[in-house]
């Protein structure tokens, strides 16, 4: 499975971008997705994780309400609306493919990665 994660760029406080993650190889739909921003230094953390039906979203409490998880099932491609976007927001964003269908929020759930796509938020 290779994933190429686009979209990412530099805005000011308050906007928006919209990140896509494109799927391709021995791809499933039947696994969830999950998006993780890292910064130097850090760990990377789950920011938001949708399931294989998009019947069940998650989103940490530091992005709810700002960012929207979905997903495109026929295109092999998952996407993370950024709104309100923060100078606290700023990492490199990957997104990942889980285990299962339910996949959790701790990375170690997660089995497939893209490259990164880099997210810079200026105050």
């Known amino acids: 499975v290779q994933l190429q994660a686009s979209g990412g760029g530099s805005v000011q406080a308050g906007g928006s971008l919209r990140l896509s993650c494109a799927a391709s190889?021995?791809?499933?739909?039947?696994?969830?997705m999950g998006w993780f921003p890292q910064v130097v230094g850090k760990e990377r953390e789950i920011v938001a994780r949708i399931n294989y039906r998009s019947s069940s979203m998650l989103y940490a409490d530091s992005v709810r309400g700002r960012f929207t998880i979905s997903r495109d099932n026929a295109k092999n491609t998952v996407y993370l609306q950024m709104n309100n976007l923060k100078p606290e927001d700023t990492a490199v964003y990957y997104c990942?493919?889980?285990?299962?269908?339910?996949?959790?929020?701790?990375?170690?759930?997660?089995?497939?990665w893209g490259q990164g796509t880099l997210v810079t938020v200026s105050s």
């Open positions: 990942a493919q889980g285990r299962s269908a339910y996949s959790s929020s701790s990375a170690y759930d997660y089995a497939y």
């Open positions: 190889g021995r791809t499933s739909s039947n696994n969830a």
